[in-house]
């Protein structure tokens, strides 16, 4: 067993702090290597998000003198996306970084935890959630249930819909085949006459290419263009100015931890894996915001037109979307419990989202 001193505990300490403020942690001096390696896999199959993903695990062992570094895996090296919770709860892999979206299957209120359809629209409105309105104990509370450890969120940016035919309305969503990821949000698109599916990111390509779907969300331009969308499709499809998404306007992904791992980790080596979480959290965005910038260019080259849909639109896919999420909310106590902060939010004069009017008749069982 690795021997901790009062200063190693002192140092760990200033290191987390540091992680905290997005700064470079510096190596430890003298710290004795337990030699800990953690198998992480992430949910990105490629481009800027596969790379900063590799690029941050590849600092965790210098910052920790060797007593924990993660060997770093893309989409589908180790399991399939769908398989990534039973790989973490089996210890196949230590840890997986996915789209929180995809745990649902298994944790109903995870519906929440999550971007959906005109729901919080900013990062820094999941941030009050989860680290000021009590969302992360929620979900840590929840994910111990499954023998897994939430560590914390992990901010993507606004999801976008490449189609093979212009979509400038909602009526355009009618007899739409299209790729979703499930749930709430391929409840709100069925509603607007589209036949949804759902395909891991990984599948999505090759169904464009031949036809099975007609259009599919995904993520941002950035990994979007260089997982070839533009070459098989011709139209990209998003909200009005300023509202890049009406349905996952902030795309979350998360650390997750098996908890045998987390629990073989000390005290101090748990406060860094939270706070080295928020450092991946902010680069992470960073970095696929700056890459979306330049990916705009390479798709009006490639000949790629993009629609915008409308405030009136904005307004129709509210009527849809605000009993659609009361409806999941009373599937699950725990949904309820977690939608009652958001929505309580969402109504408050910081946000102003929803107003008394739209929920008139709705109610969420067992919330008071």
């Known amino acids: 067993m690795l021997k901790r001193t009062s200063t190693r505990r002192a140092a760990l300490r200033t290191l987390a702090g540091a992680s905290a403020g997005a700064l470079a942690a510096p190596h430890i001096a003298g710290a004795q290597a337990a030699g800990t390696t953690w198998k992480i896999q992430t949910s990105h199959s490629g481009g800027i998000g596969l790379q900063t993903f590799k690029d941050w695990c590849d600092t965790i062992q210098e910052k920790?003198?060797?007593e924990l570094a993660f060997q770093s895996f893309g989409a589908n090296d180790v399991v399939g996306d769908f398989q990534l919770y039973d790989a973490v709860k089996n210890g196949v892999l230590d840890a997986v970084n996915p789209f929180t979206i995809y745990a649902q299957g298994i944790i109903p209120a995870a519906t929440f935890l999550t971007s959906y359809p005109l729901g919080l629209r900013q990062p820094g409105e999941w941030d009050v959630f989860?680290?000021?309105?009590?969302?992360?104990?929620?979900?840590r509370e929840l994910y111990a249930k499954q023998g897994m450890v939430f560590v914390g969120p992990v901010h993507h940016g606004p999801n976008i819909i490449h189609s093979k035919v212009p979509i400038r309305s909602l009526d355009d969503f009618a007899g739409?085949?299209?790729r979703m990821p499930g749930g709430m949000?391929?409840?709100v698109f069925s509603e607007l006459g589209a036949e949804t599916t759902v395909l891991p990111g990984s599948e999505i390509f090759p169904a464009l290419e031949k036809g099975t779907i007609d259009a599919a969300d995904f993520v941002g331009p950035a990994v979007n263009y260089a997982l070839g969308f533009s070459q098989v499709t011709d139209y990209i499809s998003m909200g009005p100015p300023g509202f890049m998404s009406l349905y996952q306007p902030v795309d979350l992904m998360d650390i997750t931890v098996g908890q045998a791992s987390w629990d073989a980790l000390s005290p101090e080596m748990k406060q860094f894996v939270e706070m080295e979480t928020h450092v991946y959290s902010d680069l992470?965005?960073?970095a696929i915001q700056k890459a979306d910038q330049e990916a705009w260019g390479k798709f009006?080259?490639?000949?790629t037109e993009i629609t915008r849909l409308t405030q009136d639109d904005v307004e129709l896919m509210t009527e849809v979307a605000v009993p659609i999420w009361f409806a999941y909310a009373n599937r699950d106590p725990d949904a309820a419990r977690v939608f009652k902060i958001q929505l309580d939010y969402m109504m408050s004069g910081s946000?102003?989202?929803?107003?008394?009017?739209?929920?008139e008749g709705l109610t969420l069982d067992g919330v008071d």
Not at 130 to 139: P, Q, R, S, T
Not at 300 to 303: F, K, L, Y
Not at 351 to 359: A, D, K, N, R, S
């Open 284 to 286: 992470h965005h960073a």
């Open 300 to 303: 009006e080259a490639d000949g």
């Open 351 to 359: 946000l102003g989202y929803v107003t008394p009017e739209q929920i």
């Open 185 to 187: 949000v391929a409840e």
């Open 176 to 178: 739409l085949k299209m």
């Open 64 to 66: 920790t003198g060797g």
């Open 130 to 139: 989860f680290y000021a309105l009590g969302g992360l104990d929620i979900a």
